[in-house]
């Protein structure tokens, strides 16, 4: 089969992991469009925009040269764009947990500035809006992900990949994530890489290096899997493990049956829902 990008099965860290936790939840997300409007859906939640919002900061710094990376607080710059997820748009059901969730991003972004560590060295910035390489052309396959960050290190002539993360739980030991963005550095970009690191903004001063994976054997396991994905998208079977459904798949369940409160279309075209029943929790208690 000859290569193209517009037929071929596109896989991410993200679609994969939904994959492998429900399959049902997998096509709700990535496959299934409203049939009024040939949309995909979106369920937004504090969490997701939270992290959405601190990774805009965090992207429109890369694309400034090291000496103008903090001319401007962080702060300010999380301020003028808050807005974009601000009360219903972010998931938010009250002010209150909406400024909870501010004066956690305010003060994750005065720690970060405090200790800019990696970002106050010269950078490397993918030559695409989201990086992708063919994981296989004679199947069709593709591979994709945007990279949080990629230091350069000029005593090694290599990168650094750095992930951001923004919730207080940490990748587990199994996850496929770092194997993927070593896959797509390695193939998007002509340095080699020769660390990776994991930033847990809101509890390190700084980073938690990794050890690379293998990438043959990365690109053995990702490849794998998405042969799984691309057969069960041939055969349009997308199961739950569970016979009344999962924490995954169940919200977008409730889309489907009216049961969720849209908010409006996102910029890329997505239908954006909020799940009743948790706003409903949410107005009586919030974990930050």
Known sequence: MSKDKYSAVWVSHTSINDFLTCPRAYYLKNIYRDPKTGHKIKIISPPLAFGQIIHEVLDDLSVLPAEKRFKESLVITLHKIWGKISDKKGGFVNHEVEDEYKKRGEAML???????GPLLNKAVKIK??????????EENLILCGKIDWLEYLTETDSVHIIDFKTNKTEEKIDSLQLPIYYLIVHHCQKWPVSKASYWYLEKTDGLVEKTLPDLRKAQTKVLEIARKIKVARQLNVFKCPYQIGCRSCRPYEAVLQGEAEFIGVDNYSYNVYINKITSEK???????
């Open 110 to 116: 005065l720690r970060l500035m405090k200790n800019p």
């Open 128 to 137: 695409m809006d989201l990086p992708y390489y063919w994981l296989s052309e």
């Open 282 to 288: 949410e107005k009586e208690s919030y974990i930050i």
